[in-house]
């Protein structure tokens, strides 16, 4: 009867760990395109929220990662002239600070965001 039990704790302890390397890999990737997003000078329009003077908390519900990351290499295909062009970025700068994006939007559902 405890070989049942003894079974089913290691099968949930293996479940939780390896929830919990999937998270922290997760965090690292946001931590490093955090300092993505302070390398690029983000925070100078969009701040350290990500929300002003100009908003990209929402892009993770308008686009897919795909989509944010053309539109960080290339935003005048998408009419923004005002963003700089960001086409020598590598990949792996391109994920992490597209982690950190969307991260910042999650963290503002349900708050309100000034917009300009």
């Known amino acids: 009867m405890r070989l049942p039990f003894c079974r089913a704790t290691f099968w ?5 760990l390896g929830m919990t390397s999937n998270t922290f890999a997760q965090s690292e990737k946001i931590a490093e395109g955090k300092k993505m997003y302070r390398t690029y000078q983000c925070e100078s329009c969009h ?10 908390t929402q892009a993770f519900k308008k686009y897919d990662e795909e989509k944010i990351q053309q539109y960080i290499r290339n935003p005048r295909e998408f009419g923004n002239l005002r963003m700089p062009v960001f086409e020598t970025l590598i990949k792996e700068d391109y994920d992490e600070l597209i982690s950190y994006v969307i991260y910042l939007g999650r963290q503002t559902v349900g708050k309100s965001t000034i917009s300009k």
């Open 12 to 16: 949930l302890i293996f479940l939780l």
């Open 47 to 56: 701040g350290k929220q990500g929300n002003q003077p100009y908003d990209l």
